[in-house]
Structure formats: structure tokens, C-alpha cells
Nanobody, 120 residues
């Protein structure tokens, strides 16, 4: 099972980006998916999550600006980032709980990370 994170790029402050996190492989179901980010010299932080039922949570730093959604048919979760600020500059990672067809029938892969750079 693999996760592919994509959609990062360079944007001016106030702009928007949409990140995608797509799972592939021997998948039964993608359960919860979380988005993290890691800025240079800082620890990786959890910023958003969505459960299999669609319940969403957000860190205070992104609440009101970021939304998260999922397309189960595509095994994809999206992170819509609006009103971006320079402090949002970081590498963004997704992590998922995935029910798989092979033992141990559950996996927790990470995406490879996608760079988001916000200029002032």
C-alpha cells in the first residue's frame, strides 16, 4: 500500500492550493487520514484529519482557512488551503490508516511529502 501526496507549489500570500493524498495497492478501505506539515527546523505537526465517517478536525493554526474532504471512490483525500500565509511554508505529508487485503490487514503508510512555499 502506498500514499502519494501531490499538489504543492509556490504561491503568494493570500493564495490557495489544493493538496491530494491518494492511496494505491491492496486496499479494502481507507479509514482515517491525517495531514501533517514540517517547516525547516521545526517538528512535524498535525494540522488536519478526516475520519472514515467524514468527521474533520483542524489545528488552531489552520482552522477557518483549510478544509479537508475525501473521495472514497478515488481513495483520495484533499486538503484545500485558502488564505495562505508565509508561516504555512512547509513540507506537507499525509498519513492514513488503511484496511488491506493482506496480513496484518491494516497499514499506516506515509506519503512522500509535497512542498508548499508561500511568499509575502
Amino acid at each position: 500500500v502506498q500514499l502519494q501526496a501531490s499538489g504543492g507549489g509556490f504561491v503568494q500570500a493570500g493564495g490557495s492550493l489544493r493538496l491530494s493524498c491518494t492511496a494505491s495497492g491492496d486496499i479494502v478501505r481507507v479509514n482515517a487520514v491525517d495531514w501533517y506539515r514540517q517547516a525547516p527546523g521545526k517538528q512535524r505537526e498535525l494540522i488536519a484529519g478526516i475520519t472514515s465517517a467524514g468527521t474533520t478536525t483542524f489545528a488552531d493554526s489552520v482552522k477557518g482557512r483549510f478544509t479537508i474532504s475525501r473521495d472514497n471512490a478515488k481513495n483520495t483525500v484533499y486538503l484545500q488551503m485558502n488564505s495562505l500565509k508565509p508561516p504555512d511554508t512547509a513540507v506537507y505529508y499525509c498519513n492514513a490508516e488503511i484496511a488491506t487485503t493482506r496480513p496484518p490487514f491494516i497499514d499506516f503508510p506515509w506519503g512522500q511529502g509535497t512542498q508548499v512555499t508561500v511568499s509575502s
